[in-house]
């Protein structure tokens, strides 16, 4: 995956840990990505992965990668 720049192309969600699902259980830490890579060999170039709620000081990731080489 391939962006302009990291300053210009971001992804960017909200989840943060210890919010709750609608079912009342709450995220971990590891339930609170903005980006889930869930493939083998993932490559990313000028793109920046931002989790917003750790901006305000709630845990969350940014980018979590479950696969070989991502």
Do not use: H
Request: with cysteine; proline share 0%; net charge negative.
């Amino acid at each position: 995956m391939v962006g302009e720049s990291a300053d210009e192309t971001i992804v960017t969600y909200d989840d943060y840990a210890l919010k709750a699902y609608s079912n009342g259980e709450l995220y971990n830490t590891f339930n609170s990505y903005t980006a889930l890579i869930g493939g083998d060999d993932f490559t990313a170039e000028r793109i920046s992965f931002v989790n917003s709620q750790a901006l305000i000081n709630k845990e969350g990731i940014d980018c979590f990668g479950r696969k070989k080489r991502s």
